[in-house]
Nanobody, 125 residues
Framework: VQLQASGGGSVQAGGSLRLSCAAS????????VAWFRQSPGGEREFVAS???????SYTRSVKGRFTISRDNAENTAYLQMNTLKPEDTAVYFC????????????????????WGQGTQVTVSS
């Protein structure tokens, strides 16, 4: 499967961005999708995930601000990011789950076997 992430950019604190992750080469609707992020010098961390049944999970720091969704007809997943903070600055990666029909929300990178190239999000104070 090939993933293309887009939608990153530079915004001021309190602003919003919507990231997109377009998938091809796999029956997208059968797999979970997740967003991870990595800041300079930091480790890749889980942000949000959505299962094939649309169950969602978020890391605590983004709950209430970020929303993950998917449009299976368009083979695309989204991450709506509101009330952005400088600490949200990172490269954001989308990933597709390794197992089809997996209805458990997964927050570790080893549960995902296809990754996009990343899109930079920069939030200034």
């Amino acid at each position: 499967v090939q993933l293309q992430a887009s939608g990153g950019g530079s915004v001021q604190a309190g602003g919003s961005l919507r990231l997109s992750c377009a998938a091809s080469g796999r029956t997208f609707s059968r797999y979970a999708v997740a967003w991870f992020r990595q800041s300079p010098g930091g480790e890749r961390e889980f942000v949000a995930s959505i299962t094939w049944t649309h169950r969602t999970s978020y890391t605590r720091s983004v709950k209430g601000r970020f929303t993950i969704s998917r449009d299976n007809a368009e083979n695309t997943a989204y991450l709506q990011m509101n009330t952005l903070k400088p600490e949200d600055t990172a490269v954001y990666f989308c990933a597709v789950g390794a197992r089809s029909y997996d209805d458990f929300t997964r927050s570790t990178a080893d549960r995902y076997d296809a990754w996009g190239q990343g899109t930079q999000v920069t939030v200034s104070s």
